[in-house]
């Protein structure tokens, strides 16, 4: 794994824990805007990684 990847997966995972404390203080598009901008993020990392043609 690249560093940049464990990186971005650290931001993502901090996105997600704001995400949860948003919907729990009932700021519903916080949680939501959020919560997809660190899907999209673990989405593009992964689908980066495991391109084809990878070492």
Same mark, same amino acid.
């Given at each position: 794994? =690249?560093?940049?990847?464990?990186?971005? *997966?650290?931001? *993502? @995972?901090?996105?997600?824990?704001?995400?949860?404390?948003?919907?729990?203080?009932?700021?519903?598009?916080? *949680?939501?805007?959020?919560?997809? @901008?660190?899907?999209?993020?673990? @989405?593009?990392?992964?689908?980066?990684? %495991?391109? =084809?043609? %990878?070492?």
């Amino acid at each position: 794994m =690249k560093v940049t990847t464990v990186y971005t *997966a650290i931001i *993502a @995972l901090i996105l997600l824990f704001i995400s949860v404390v948003a919907w729990v203080f009932k700021f519903v598009d916080l *949680a939501l805007v959020t919560s997809d @901008l660190a899907t999209i993020m673990l @989405l593009v990392v992964y689908l980066w990684d %495991n391109r =084809k043609g %990878n070492d």
